[in-house]
Each structure stands twice: as C-alpha cells, then as structure tokens.
C-alpha cells in the first residue's frame, strides 16, 4: 500500500457525499451531493491534473434537489440520476469533458430513490415496482419488467431481483417477479449487488452481510457476516477480491473478502463516510465524507 499517495478534494456545497465515481487511473472524479444553496453544485467533477478547477456539472440553476447516484462508464462517460423539486426523475447520459453535450430520459415520478446499476451497455433503474433498461450509447429503453408493490430495498443485476424488508432478504427472477425467501430475521438498511455476491448493512449500520447469488451466505470474517462491525457505508472491488467500508468516525478500512485481513486503515474524513467507490481496475478508492469532502487513495495490486 502507498500510504502517501493520498489525494484531498472539498466541494463547495459541503453536504454529505450522496455518491463517486472514478475512472480507471483516479484520473477523474465524480462527487455526487443534495442541494445546499443557490449556485452550489450537486454534481462536480474534479481532475488530479487541474484539482483546483473542479467542474460544476449539475447546479442549482438547473432546479435539481439532489443527485444521489453517479457512474463513469469507460474512460470518460458519466452516467448519473437527477432528482427536480416535483420528485420527478432524470436519467443522464454525459461526456466528462463535454458534460453539455448529453442524454437524458424522464422517468417516472417516485417519493423513493431510484436504484441505477450499469452492466456492459446497459442501464438498470428501478423506480416503484418497474425495472427499466435503457441502451448507454442511445438512451433508448429497451425493456420493461413489473414486480409486486412492497415497502424496502430492490436492487438488481439485470438478471435478478433483491428486496430486503422487513421479513429479510428475498430474490426474484426478473421475468416473473416472484420473490422467495433468502435470509428471515435480518433487517437491512443498505442492498447493493456486485458480480457475484449480494452485499447488505444490518440495521443501524450493525454488520456488512454477503450472500452468494444462489441464497448461500458468505463464511464470517472479521468484517463479513460480522453483528459487532459497524459500518456506514462500503464498497467492494471489481475483482471481489477486497472490501473498503468506513464508520460513523470517518475512518476507511480496506480488507480482504476471504480472510477479513486488513490492508490498510485510516481516518480519512472529521465526520462519517458516506460513500466509497473503487475504480474499475480496482487500483484506486474513492471516499467521501458527511462535510463534503472526498480523498482518492492509490491502492498496491497484489
């Protein structure tokens, strides 16, 4: 681990960090936030090249309350939900370097989040109790699924579906919609999906909990399947080979799926992490903090 090679970002805004993206290098970095006053941004693109000049993307003047979700696809396509006053819903499509120039689709009007996974060419949202995928390149949607109505978290991989409520963690097919039981008795505040593995926080951030895509849960690790952990939010590698996960105290820790061995550990951020994102080749974390501020740490590749 190259301990020093630690890189400090503050947005304008100062609001907790909703999401971030990076690209391959840590090149760029993509910082995601809520409204917080006129003219701030609620998206801002920073480069290590010009850190001083970051990009406002997204600002008040273009009447946005939040964006709470952010990809880079590729090298330099960013990809991001935009959510106006009327809880309606945008997804766009951009260039980084020509952020201007760009795609967007109206989606349905949600009191709830929308969840956006980006898989090869395609963009998965779920709003309300449809499950929508859109081709990158044009924007056009191309298929349309329904499940049933429930309160909690969905997610999926384009191929299934999670929900977590409040009678534990279910799974479904896309194509029917049907959810079976997973795990009983667990309440999870957070759901996300990685290639192989579907991921959860207990509630009150109690415990990082992994289940193999067939309903199998992980073995328990310092970290995994772990009530005693506390964390707040995480991310795992492309290659899950690793998990980077931070606490309410703004410390990150990095650490090994299998074993729970730590690679590195840190206080990154004076209050709580509120997003971590790796970079595709997994060479790279990106953090962010409950004051709006951000780091980009590099990462040994062993």
């Known amino acids: 681990m190259k301990k020093d090679a630690i890189l400090h970002y503050q947005s304008v805004s100062?609001?907790?960090?909703?999401?971030?993206?990076?690209?391959?290098?840590?090149?760029?970095?993509?910082?995601?936030?809520?409204?917080?006053k006129e003219g701030n941004p609620t998206l801002t693109i920073f480069s290590q090249k010009t850190p001083d000049?970051?990009?406002?993307?997204?600002?008040?003047?273009?009447?946005?309350?939040?964006?709470?979700?952010?990809?880079?696809?590729?090298?330099?396509?960013?990809?991001?939900?935009?959510?106006?006053?009327?809880?309606?819903?945008?997804?766009?499509?951009?260039?980084?370097e020509h952020p201007s120039q760009q795609l967007a689709a109206q989606l349905p009007v949600s009191q709830k989040v929308p969840f956006l996974f980006i898989d090869n060419n395609q963009i998965w949202v779920?709003?309300?109790?449809?499950?929508?995928?859109?081709?990158?390149?044009?924007?056009?949607?191309?298929?349309?699924?329904?499940?049933?109505?429930?309160?909690?978290l969905t997610v999926t991989d384009g191929r299934q579906l999670w929900r977590?409520?409040?009678?534990?963690?279910?799974?479904?097919?896309?194509?029917?919609?049907?959810?079976?039981?997973v795990a009983s008795g667990l309440v999870l505040s957070q759901l996300r999906v990685s290639a192989s593995f579907i991921w959860g926080v207990g509630e009150f951030?109690?415990?990082?909990?992994?289940?193999?895509?067939?309903?199998?849960?992980?073995?328990t690790s310092n970290v995994v399947n772990n009530h005693e952990a506390t964390v707040t939010t995480f991310a795992v590698s492309p290659d899950e080979r690793r998990i980077a996960f931070g606490n309410a105290s703004g410390y990150v820790t990095v650490v090994?799926?299998?074993?729970?061995?730590?690679?590195?550990?840190?206080?990154?951020?004076?209050?709580?992490?509120?997003?971590?994102?790796?970079?595709?080749?997994?060479?790279?974390l990106a953090t962010g903090g409950s004051a709006g501020d951000a780091t980009i740490i590099q990462l040994d590749h062993d």
């Not at 100062?14 to 917080?36: E, F, H, S």
């Not at 299998?258 to 790279?284: E, M």
Request: proline share 5%.
């Open 14 to 36: 100062r609001t907790p960090v909703n999401a971030l993206a990076l690209t391959t290098k840590g090149q760029w970095l993509a910082m995601a936030q809520d409204y917080r």
């Open 205 to 219: 951030g109690q415990g990082l909990f992994g289940w193999q895509k067939t309903g199998q849960p992980l073995p």
């Open 53 to 96: 000049k970051p990009q406002w993307i997204v600002t008040e003047e273009q009447k946005v309350n939040s964006v709470p979700a952010v990809y880079i696809s590729g090298t330099s396509q960013l990809i991001y939900l935009v959510n106006a006053p009327d809880t309606s819903w945008q997804l766009v499509v951009s260039s980084i």
């Open 256 to 284: 090994e799926r299998k074993t729970g061995k730590q690679h590195w550990g840190r206080r990154l951020h004076k209050g709580h992490v509120s997003a971590i994102t790796f970079s595709p080749d997994g060479n790279w």
């Open 164 to 181: 977590a409520d409040k009678d534990g963690l279910q799974v479904a097919l896309l194509t029917n919609g049907k959810f079976t039981p």
């Open 126 to 152: 779920i709003v309300s109790n449809e499950v929508m995928a859109y081709n990158i390149a044009t924007l056009q949607l191309t298929t349309t699924y329904s499940f049933s109505v429930a309160s909690g």
